[in-house]
């Protein structure tokens, strides 16, 4: 079954990620092997696609933005044609897929660690329009402790202006509510989940959590991220900030 991020973007679309990638080559002067080695690419994927013998999918110009640093996709919130499930339901928001474009993309997500006082824990989400479920999805994934990946629903009210991304599995729930994106695409908030313990035991648990475009970070961490890290200070700085503005209150017992 294909996913989102294997969907193929249009001809208009990849024939212009394609001139841009070529400027942007000549521009920096490095290599279209230099290139592939960056985003993860075989070198002959990358010349099919430049050469316009094959067209770029989600997941490959996803690859390709985060090597660059740019923003390859200008046209595509207008050059798809609304579809006739367009609209996410009401329990949702109502909101059409035109109008909350600007929030797919992937997302480097951070918290602290619910095991380690002094580290932060950091993964990825990707959020995506699931045509299926005619709304905004959100998927975890490059998480330490795969079992607790999720995936769920993504509610965009146009009341409270906030966003909110909610698990409901078997009756149980989970909820993140983080702010509309910064200039820089970050959103900050809180997220209400349960904390796993010894056994069986599990405690309700909220705390700060960021969420960063991955574009915004040269070489990002993942995992359990200790204090040592390259990339500590700048996550500490992130979550801080969701206090210190504030994006979000914690009020004392």
């Given amino acids: 079954m294909q996913t989102q991020a294997d969907k ?49 999918t989600l997941a490959t110009t996803v690859r390709l933005e985060q090597a660059l640093g740019v923003s390859l996709r200008k046209s595509a919130a207008v050059a798809t044609p609304p579809a006739a499930n367009d609209v996410a339901p009401d329990s949702l928001g109502s909101y059409a897929h035109r109008a ?39 998927r975890e994934g490059e998480r330490t402790d795969t079992a607790y990946e999720h995936t769920g629903e993504v509610a965009v009210p146009h009341q409270s202006g906030f966003i909110y991304l909610v698990i409901i599995k078997h009756g149980q729930h989970r909820v993140i509510t ?22 069986s035991q599990l405690t309700p648990i909220a705390a700060p959590i960021a969420y960063v475009p991955i ?20 996550y500490r ?11 979000a209150l914690f009020l004392p017992a």
Avoid: C
Wanted: positive net charge; aromatic residues 8%.
């Fill in 215 to 234: 574009r915004n970070i040269p070489k990002p961490s993942l995992g359990r991220v200790a204090p040592n890290d390259a990339n500590y200070e700048v």
């Fill in 8 to 56: 193929q973007l249009s001809d208009e679309q990849s024939r212009e990620i394609a001139e841009t990638i070529r400027e942007e080559l000549a521009r920096r002067r490095i290599s279209r092997q230099a290139l592939a080695e960056q985003a993860k690419l075989s070198l002959s994927t990358l010349e099919k696609v430049l050469g316009g013998r094959r067209p770029f």
């Fill in 100 to 138: 909350v474009t600007w929030l797919e993309d992937v997302y480097i997500t951070l918290r602290p660690s619910f095991g380690d006082k002094d580290a932060i824990f950091a993964y990825r989400t990707e959020i995506v329009w699931e045509p299926k479920l005619s709304s905004l999805v959100f």
């Fill in 178 to 199: 983080v702010s509309r994106p910064t200039v820089a695409g970050e959103m900050y908030g809180i997220i209400s989940t349960l904390r796993a313990g010894p056994g």
């Fill in 237 to 247: 700085k992130h979550l801080r900030r969701t206090v210190e503005e504030p994006f």
